[in-house]
């Protein structure tokens, strides 16, 4: 049972993986492409330019949040805690990427949020 929830994890992070690869953030493009965890519930989601932002419930843990977008963006810059919400930042040459994990109720809220440096 152990072993398969571990090898489910790492597919999962495997293929966050992949798909970060593919994902591109341009501002040219029409769409910005925000990853989601597979449960998303999505409740909003303005992807159209940037600043782009993703909001969606989610039954994943805060860790298995927090590791999907580290398999994405790599470990984050920073992180701080106020409030009960997690704030993660996370940056590349181009994008500052934040995600905010909050708990409501038996879930979590996620809120991504991408910018331009």
Request: charged share 25%.
């Amino acid at each position: 049972m152990i072993k398969s929830k571990l090898i489910k994890k790492l597919f999962a992070l495997s293929a966050a993986s992949i798909f970060s690869i593919s994902t591109v953030f341009a501002q040219e493009s029409t769409l910005i492409n925000i990853p989601k965890v597979d449960d998303a519930q999505i409740f909003a989601e303005f992807t159209d330019k940037l600043p782009a932002v993703a909001n969606y419930f989610t039954s994943a843990t805060e860790v298995d949040v927090i590791a999907f977008y580290q398999a994405i963006y790599g470990e984050a810059n920073s992180q701080e805690r106020k409030r009960g919400r997690l704030t993660l930042y996370f940056s590349d040459e181009q994008h500052i990427t934040r995600v905010v994990i909050s708990q409501q109720n038996n879930k979590r809220q996620v809120d991504v949020l991408v910018e331009n440096k």
